[in-house]
């Protein structure tokens, strides 16, 4: 029985129950949409399509509680297959650099030069370095000085020793406070986006 | 460590669209899937999905795996993504 042939229900009974044909088209299902997704990356051989094939295979067969019947089921399983594969890549990436070296380049001269700014958006700009060292906890700025510098979630988490979910949190709770920061001083949230209105 | 004047900048843009309550990157993986289809059927988002969008601009990682599963669905990362 393929992927397409197989409802909803059946197929989440069949997995639960080991049933070959139901694990066999789960597998299928997703081998073939990671290979359209990722592909074409020149990162990705076949044999990273097969290893996150097969460890999707187990998350999905593990989360199956977590799917509460509100799209399809192969689309919900493909949504984890996806987090799998690109949490996986993201730690390739980031497996050499210690979390210092990173967080250190953002201090380096070869940084992006400030550009030639108005005045208003000096102001903001100040406003909001100021808040980062002002107004958040020692933890809250290294996740969003990490963040910044374009270290994943995962990998953030695992060097910090917290959990992925714990790591949103801080960020959020750290954008919420210098966003209150910044209204203190006179940018809410839509003049900040009015400032920089010009830049991509 | 100091961040660059560009790095601020996109902060502050996450800043703009930050909200109070915001789902996190684990309850988005259980909706993203309903998201996807509702952009698919052209259909209106319900409040529960339209905090799935609001996550995308605050989040770059699951805004980069939602694009992977459009490909991954074999569907028009034009015709999801575009408005």
């Known amino acids: ?200 | 460590m100091k961040p660059t004047d560009a790095q601020l900048a996109e902060l502050a843009k996450l800043l703009g669209d930050t909200a109070d309550c915001e789902i996190d990157c684990a309850e988005l993986l259980d909706r993203v899937a309903a998201y996807l289809e509702a952009r698919t059927d052209r259909s209106a988002l319900s409040p529960h999905l339209a905090q799935v969008a609001q996550h995308f601009k605050v989040c770059p990682e699951c805004r980069e795996e939602f694009e992977a599963l459009i490909r991954a669905e074999g569907l028009d990362p034009a015709t999801i993504l575009g408005e």
């Open chain 1, 1 to 200: 029985m393929d992927a397409s042939a197989m409802k909803d229900d059946a197929w989440i009974a069949g997995l639960r129950a080991g049933r070959e044909d139901a694990v066999a088209a789960l597998r299928d299902r997703l081998r073939k949409g990671l290979g359209a997704a990722l592909g074409p990356r020149s990162d990705v051989q076949d044999t990273d399509l097969d290893d996150f094939t097969q460890d999707a295979v187990l998350q999905v067969t593990s989360r199956l509680d977590s799917f509460r019947g509100e799209s399809k089921f192969a689309t919900w399983a493909m949504a984890v297959a996806v987090r799998v594969a690109l949490t996986a890549l993201r730690r390739r990436r980031w497996k050499r650099e210690t979390l210092d070296d990173r967080l250190e380049a953002m201090a380096s001269p070869d940084g992006a030069p400030a550009i030639e700014t108005e005045e208003v958006r000096d102001q903001l700009l100040a406003a909001l370095r100021a808040s980062i060292d002002e107004d958040l906890t020692p933890r809250q700025r290294q996740v969003i000085l990490g963040e910044l510098s374009g270290i994943p979630q995962v990998v953030l988490a695992e060097r910090l020793g917290m959990k992925t979910g714990a790591i949103y949190k801080a960020t959020h709770d750290a954008r919420k406070k210098l966003l209150a920061a910044l209204r203190r001083k006179g940018f809410d949230a839509a003049r900040v986006m009015d400032v920089l209105a010009d830049e991509t």
